[in-house]
């Protein structure tokens, strides 16, 4: 049992690639938590993709014993968290665990959009921020000049700010005294009634569903009968321990510690993040605040190339639901493209992280449509409904108005590149709020509709500023807007896949477009096919795929014209019969060419 002046829980927030993972390594190794043998890169980054793409994902949590300069043995609990904006949520439920944060800024980038995002959420939290200016190894390393953007652009005094480098291992002895000096100990009563916060749960083939907990008061035993709060079912506490990073088995968990318990749960669907667990006998009198819902931001259609992969689809993704609770899916089916799910992401990183788990580690082939995001409709006699699928839409007379999601985005980008930035904001039908400068960078603030960022937003920006720009936004409601319906007609059919909700002054153009791409991707028949882009029921754009044509002339060598017109008229009247019957087939290839993201 641990004293709770000796206890500190902290998470360490960072904009991408700013050197999180790297440092948790660092003080895992300094603090002897793992041998020089098991050491690995990423030590806590345990997934493959996380690995090769570099990046976090998923926030881990890693418990260390370091015996400071004073003599005294603390206990430190780190949460390494994810950069991306689409994981923004792990980093909001590790921050509610924590009782103070390490603000990584990387020496050569300085303070960037993620950086802030990140920090604001800590200081919403309460928490002590201590500093650190990590990669000062690197040739274009600034720090004091990083130090004084923290001052300015933060707001938080960085004259204590710790120089390190997460790479050699300096300055990392003087992070872990800073932990232990500036983070406040936990606070907790270890008689009163059980609250224990569930911060994650993951799915574990051998121990079923083990739930990652913070103890706010109370004691966390094995054999103890438990209850969820918010969810109301009772479980039998079988396993409690912590990870260092390697499981290691404990007796209990007292007030102030993070660690994991195990009791026989099957669905990790069963244990909603943000629960408040507490004793059956002795139940706390109210929950703890818990966590703000997760809200998908993007949905597309998941569908099984083969269509015989339906039910190996149905099973992949409810095993893969177990590991990660942040999307949600149900049925859908198409006609063009069979059975499938609609699902729903946090945004498109995360819907290119589920669709290659789900290829991966489970094999199978997919095909994904258009992302789209969720529309607010008010129908003409005031019902109000959510529309996920473009194809799903209501008749339009029946609709008074549409709503579209719109985000409020930060970007900070070099001064070169303001001119194309404020150009492509402008074009995706941003409206400017502020335009400011911090240390010789430009910080743009435009409110943005999301329609036009699920596209090739963020490619765009990164390929524009040559990868220095960075982004985050924050959703800021629904608004009216000026939004159709736009169905691709193949044949006079509409292909259901390929309808897509567009804003009626970019309707041309995304129609025509997807049109011309369509005539290239469409192999020839034997008769004439029209592709169209129609808005309800006026076409906009029109391209013609040519007949194959045998030539029926090829026989008549000289002689009277009339037989060759005669035979050309068959031909004629033949194809004509033709196309009424006949079937336009659309390869599968065709339509994964045709939802490629690249609009431009």
Not at 164 to 175: C, D, L, Q, W
Request: with cysteine.
């Amino acid at each position: 049992m641990t004293d709770l002046s000796h206890i500190r829980n902290f998470s360490i927030i960072a904009h991408i690639d700013h050197g999180k993972s790297t440092l948790a390594d660092r003080l895992i190794q300094q603090t002897g938590g793992l041998t020089e043998r098991e050491m690995s890169e990423q030590v806590l980054d345990n997934m493959d993709i996380e690995k090769e793409r570099g990046i976090t994902i998923k926030a881990q949590t890693v418990r260390l014993d370091y015996t400071a300069r004073d003599g005294e043995t603390y206990e430190l609990n780190l949460m390494d968290t994810p950069g991306h904006v689409d994981f923004a949520y792990e980093v909001s439920r590790s921050l509610a665990a924590c009782e103070g944060a390490l603000l990584v800024v990387d020496a050569a980038q300085g303070v960037e959009a993620q950086t802030l995002a990140n920090v604001y959420q800590s200081i919403e939290h309460d928490h002590e921020i201590v500093p650190v200016i990590n990669k000062i190894d690197l040739p274009a390393a600034e720090p004091e000049q990083v130090r004084a953007e923290i001052e300015e652009v933060i707001g938080i005094p960085a004259d204590e700010a710790v120089l390190a480098s997460a790479k050699t291992g300096e300055g990392i002895a003087e992070i872990l005294e800073q932990i232990v000096l500036k983070i406040p100990p936990p606070s907790g009563d270890r008689n009163a009634p059980l609250k224990a916060m569930l911060v994650d749960s993951w799915y574990d083939p051998y121990l079923g569903v083990v739930i990652l907990v913070r103890v706010y008061d109370g004691v966390l035993k094995k054999g103890l009968p438990i209850k969820f709060m918010a969810a109301g079912t009772q479980h039998l506490v079988d396993r409690v321990g912590c990870m260092r990073p390697k499981i290691e088995q404990l007796d209990e968990l007292g007030p102030g510690e993070i660690g994991f318990i195990t009791a026989q749960i099957k669905e990790v669907a069963d244990t909603a993040v943000g629960d408040t667990i507490t004793t059956v006998k002795n139940p706390a009198p109210e929950a703890l605040p818990g966590y703000k819902e997760v809200q998908s931001v993007v949905f597309c259609g998941l569908f099984p190339v083969d269509a015989a992969d339906f039910d190996k689809l149905r099973e992949s993704i409810s095993k893969l639901r177990l590991n990660d609770a942040s999307f949600t899916y149900e049925m859908e089916s198409s006609a063009a493209l069979g059975q499938g799910f609609r699902a729903g992401f946090l945004g498109l990183l995360h819907l290119e992280i589920i669709q290659e788990r789900l290829t991966r580690e489970y094999d199978l082939d997919l095909i994904t449509t258009a992302p789209s995001v969720v529309y607010k409709l008010t129908m003409t006699d005031g019902r109000t409904q959510e529309l996920h699928n473009p194809a799903d839409m209501p008749d339009v007379v029946k609709i008074a108005k549409i709503e579209e999601p719109w985000i409020k985005a930060t970007v900070y980008v070099p001064d070169e590149y303001l001119g194309p930035i404020l150009k492509l904001c402008q074009d995706r039908r941003g409206i400017q709020k502020q335009l400011t400068y911090v240390g010789g960078r430009a910080q743009l603030v435009y409110e943005l509709p999301l329609n036009e960022v699920v596209f090739d937003f963020y490619d765009r920006l990164k390929s524009i500023s040559r990868g220095y720009a960075s982004f985050d936004y924050e959703p800021i409601g629904h608004r009216e807007g000026d939004l159709v319906k736009m169905n691709i007609l193949v044949n006079a059919e509409p292909v259901d896949a390929l309808s897509m909700i567009v804003h009626r002054a970019a309707a041309e153009t995304r129609g025509r477009h997807m049109c011309e791409r369509l005539k290239d991707l469409i192999p020839r028949h034997l008769f004439k096919i029209p592709i169209q882009a129609a808005i309800g029921g006026k076409v906009i754009a029109r391209e013609t795929i040519g007949a194959m044509r045998k030539d029926v002339t090829a026989k008549c060598y000289g002689g009277d014209i009339s037989r060759k017109k005669k035979l050309l008229e068959k031909q004629k009247k033949g194809k004509a019969k033709m196309r009424e019957y006949g079937n336009v087939s659309i390869p599968q290839e065709a339509f994964i060419a045709a939802l490629k993201m690249g609009e431009e």
